[in-house]
């Protein structure tokens, strides 16, 4: 986790996952649009005989912002907001060779 500030104010907070090689940790395309959960998550949903969603962005009322790609950085306003978003939306690990 990596914290930036400017003065004394938070900017935001960084999740480096690095996936390499095939592995895959991406979104379900399940997640894509308004959910029971507060936020608002859109991406581009990608398909070779499974659906899944790399770069996203989602948006809570209450939360603020997430976005990024599960198999690089993933960046939130909040680590309040990061951990609410991966309670209700984690990603899904698997391997890229099985498509």
Known sequence: MVILWLGSMLIMITKEFNI???????LPQECIGKN????????EI????????NDFEAIHPKYG????????????DTEEGY?????????????YWDI
Do not use: L, Q
């Open 65 to 76: 912002k997430v976005w990024g790609n599960f198999e690089d950085k993933v960046f939130a």
């Open 20 to 26: 390499t090689g095939h592995d895959a940790n991406t």
């Open 36 to 43: 029971e959960s507060g936020w608002e998550i859109s991406g």
């Open 46 to 53: 990608h398909e070779d005989y499974y659906y899944w969603v």
């Open 83 to 95: 951990n609410h978003f991966i309670e209700n939306h984690p990603p899904e690990s698997w391997d």
